[in-house]
């Protein structure tokens, strides 16, 4: 349904100068969010409130590098160091072209709870907040982002963050091209651009609108 994004070539030169997507057709993100959403029920059980999936693959930018990014919400009974058994799990069984990653948070640290899990070791939860807002809801529960004791970020809050994460990677990509094992040059490239947007909707006094799939 969706037409891929401009080329633009240099004449005489091999190199793409901008990215293009790749989409996967509708009828294919059904079913592979399908078994996922099967094979992850049938491994949490009641512990999963709900479950998202987040990134390239919600907004039409999926490379051959990049994973297909899920956020499983769990009970505080949910066995949070599992988590890395439950990726190995899904992708033995169902071998997607690309890697399923699903980071996993408990749902008690929406009302002020400790946070459990892989995803809130990295971020801030009313950050987090406004990325799951953009989210598509794959199973369980659809959540009021807004109805919870712990609130979404402002948008200088949430530009804060960013520029946080900024200023302590940009020096190490003078180096290498990937921080970690998952965080790469062009994700912080993605940061870059998410600050601009912010930056451009305080001043517009709006909503930062759209995805950075296709401006990367």
Avoid: W
């Amino acid at each position: 349904n969706r037409s891929p994004g401009p080329v633009h070539l240099i004449p005489n030169c091999t190199a793409i100068i901008f990215f293009i997507p790749e989409y996967i057709p509708d009828i294919m993100q059904d079913r592979l969010m399908d078994e996922i959403r099967t094979l992850l029920l049938e491994q949490a059980g009641d512990s999963l409130v709900s479950l998202y999936v987040i990134g390239s693959y919600l907004t039409g930018g999926m490379t051959e590098h990049s994973d297909i990014d899920l956020v499983g919400i769990m009970k505080s009974d949910f066995d949070f160091s599992s988590e890395p058994d439950l990726n190995r799990l899904l992708n033995e069984k169902i071998r997607p072209a690309n890697k399923i990653d699903v980071g996993t948070m408990n749902y008690e640290a929406f009302f002020g709870e400790e946070p459990r899990g892989s995803i809130l070791e990295h971020i801030t939860l009313p950050v987090f907040i406004n990325f799951l807002k953009k989210a598509r809801l794959v199973c369980g529960e659809k959540l009021d982002l807004d109805g919870f004791p712990v609130k979404p970020a402002s948008l200088r809050e949430e530009l804060e963050y960013h520029i946080g994460v900024f200023d302590e990677c940009k020096d190490l990509f003078r180096d290498s091209d990937m921080i970690g094992k998952d965080f790469t040059f062009r994700d912080f490239v993605k940061t870059v651009l998410h600050i601009a947007r912010i930056e451009l909707a305080l001043v517009r006094g709006s909503e930062p609108g759209g995805t950075y799939s296709r401006e990367s």
